[in-house]
């Protein structure tokens, strides 16, 4: 089988000095988890992720069965930090309520924050929510004690990588995921593929 090589970007912040979260523009609020809202993050990334590169690289991001798995997955882990785990929403009342965007934050086995998909809906984009998800996030790591944040992302994400760069973040390492598909083929909704894919280069 054909394989795809996607070269993506390790990136790190440093936590140990104060910072800002920057607030969100008039309408916008942010929603802290609760598990009962598995299912809303699960939607709000796969309306973010489903038309990106993003779903061809992790095809499970491609479909909401996909982002439901990899939402209990993420709920899951031992370093599962929900003060770094947000939603924002539009509106209040029922009738005029939309899901903007997600976060979710883990801690990783070196005590670092590890941010996993930040996601905004494509209607909402450009209007500072991704900026402050981030904020808020590296904010919920801070509050937890930790020193350092990570995150990695499609190197020809620019928008994302642009974003990361602009709120302090500085790559550290490249590796290639490598999806045993040909990239015509990538569209198809399939399961993620495991972690040992990545092939680190340097
Ligand atoms: C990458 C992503 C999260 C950015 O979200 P966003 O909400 O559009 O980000 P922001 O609005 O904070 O910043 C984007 C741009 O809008 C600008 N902006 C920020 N606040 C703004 C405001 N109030 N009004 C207008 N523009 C604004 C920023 O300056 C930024 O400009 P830049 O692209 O020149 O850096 C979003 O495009 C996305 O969800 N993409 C698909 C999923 C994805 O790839 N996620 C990243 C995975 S690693």
């Known amino acids: 089988m054909e394989s795809t090589y996607f070269k993506r970007f390790r990136m790190d912040t440093d936590l140990s000095a104060a910072r800002c979260v920057r ?23 796969h309306r973010s992720f489903r038309a990106e590169i993003d779903a061809r ?20 882990k031992p370093g599962f930090l929900p003060e770094a785990t ?11 309520l939309q899901w903007c965007a997600t976060i979710q ?10 941010i ?25 790591f801070q509050r937890h004690g930790l020193r350092r944040a990570s995150l990695e992302v499609t190197a020809d994400n620019w928008r994302a990588v642009r974003l990361y760069q602009r709120i302090g973040f500085h790559r550290t390492k490249t590796v290639y995921k490598v999806v045993d598909a040909p990239l015509q ?12 894919s990545f092939a680190a280069i340097s």
């Open 116 to 140: 996993q998909n930040v996601g905004v809906v494509p209607e909402h984009r450009g209007r500072g929510l991704g900026t402050c998800l981030i904020d808020q996030a590296l904010a919920g």
């Open 57 to 76: 690289v992790f095809p499970c991001l491609g479909n909401l069965e996909g982002c439901r798995r990899l939402m209990r997955e993420i709920q899951g």
């Open 105 to 114: 934050g883990i801690v990783d086995k070196s005590c670092g924050g590890s």
């Open 23 to 45: 607030p969100l523009l008039p309408g916008y609020r942010f929603v802290a988890w609760n598990d009962s809202l598995l299912d809303v993050h699960a939607r709000t990334k």
């Open 185 to 196: 083929e990538l569209v198809v909704p399939e399961a993620c593929l495991p972690s040992s």
């Open 86 to 96: 947000w939603l924002v929403a539009w509106g209040h009342a029922p009738e005029d």
